[in-house]
T-cell receptor, first 114, second 114 residues
């Protein structure tokens, strides 16, 4: 079946601009996770949704970052006033929401802030 | 807080030989240790995991060992094949039910030479 998809695959934006990154989870998965991966590092947790609500947003670095999942399926990560330090690969993952269930990752969106 | 160190950063082995990647962790409360494989342009994929009440786990050509006293764990890949080439990440967590709150190692780039 279809895996997790993310769009766009690459995004180049200028410092100070606003960007939106989209994640389509595996159909039927109630839990959705956003991570940020810098070059040469493992993923860094940002936020976790269970259904439509953010169950844990403790990883969001500051108030420029925001994510929504209005219908409990597709999610959008929004970054305001982008900074060069925001450049990274943003990964999305989903699972069935059960404790300890394996997460299935998408291919990521590579964000470059110039 | 928890810290996970991973070695080596790059590992090159001849096809058919074995590969070993090692990780150490700092928090003795950690009890869940997954390993992920990340191919170029893709998200990480869980390949094997181990809990602190188990010393070793095997799945075909891959195995993970855990030494709780020394706080280190290792990934072993036998009879390596070209498709094993990827970046491998170890991670640790004190709560496998919240497996998104992982502390990740920096990754090992495994190169299989034909």
């Amino acid at each position: 079946g279809a895996g997790v998809s993310q769009t766009p695959s690459n995004k180049v934006t200028e410092k100070g601009k606003y960007v939106e990154l989209r994640c389509d989870p595996i159909s039927g998965h109630t839990a959705l996770y956003w991570y940020r991966q810098s070059l040469g590092q493992g993923p860094e947790f940002l936020i976790y949704f269970q259904g439509t609500g953010a169950a844990d947003d403790s990883g969001l670095p500051n108030d420029r970052f925001f994510a929504v999942r209005p219908e409990g399926s597709v999610s959008t990560l929004k970054i305001q006033r982008t900074e060069r330090g925001d450049s990274a690969v943003y990964l999305c993952a989903s699972n069935n929401g059960l404790a300890g269930a394996e997460q299935y990752f998408g291919p990521g969106t590579r964000l470059t802030v110039t | 807080g928890e810290n996970v160190e991973q070695h080596p950063s790059t590992l090159s082995v001849q096809e058919g030989d074995s590969a070993v990647i090692k990780c150490t962790y700092s928090d003795s409360a950690s009890n869940y240790f997954p390993w992920y494989k990340q191919e170029l342009g893709k998200g990480p994929q869980l390949i094997i995991d181990i809990r602190s009440n188990v010393g070793e786990k095997k799945d075909q050509r891959i195995a993970v060992t855990l030494n709780k006293t020394a706080k280190h764990f290792s990934l072993h890949i036998t009879e390596t094949q070209p498709e094993d080439s990827a970046v491998y990440f170890c991670a640790a967590s004190w709560d496998m039910d919240s497996n998104y709150q992982l502390i990740w190692g920096a990754g090992t780039k495994l190169i299989i030479k034909p």
